[in-house]
């Protein structure tokens, strides 16, 4: 027995392309943009992944802070790395 969903996924797949229409952004498809924090927490919420209060209030400080990328990286591994 075949389940319909499945079979509904395989057969949106198969089709053959359409082609894509022009870009009507003006931005060339190679332009980049960068997701936000809010945007990024609601991406990993739908995974299931979420802040614990402990990461939330690291971040807090780091913005408080004004650290940068890298000093941000290294108080995150001094922090929540596991003690040997």
């Known amino acids: ?3 319909p969903t499945v079979c509904a996924v395989l057969s ?3 089709r053959k392309m359409t082609p894509t229409r022009p870009r009507r952004s003006g931005l060339p ?3 980049r943009f ?3 924090r809010a945007g990024f927490a609601q991406i990993s919420a ?3 992944i979420t802040l ?3 990461m939330q209030a690291a971040f807090a400080d780091f913005d408080r802070d004004g650290l940068t ?3 941000r990286r290294r108080a ?3 922090r929540f790395k596991p003690a040997r």
């Open 52 to 54: 614990t209060p402990d």
């Open 76 to 78: 995150i591994v001094l």
């Open 29 to 31: 498809a190679t332009s």
């Open 1 to 3: 027995m075949r389940c």
């Open 46 to 48: 739908v995974e299931g």
């Open 69 to 71: 990328a890298e000093q």
């Open 34 to 36: 960068t997701v936000g």
């Open 12 to 14: 949106c797949r198969m």
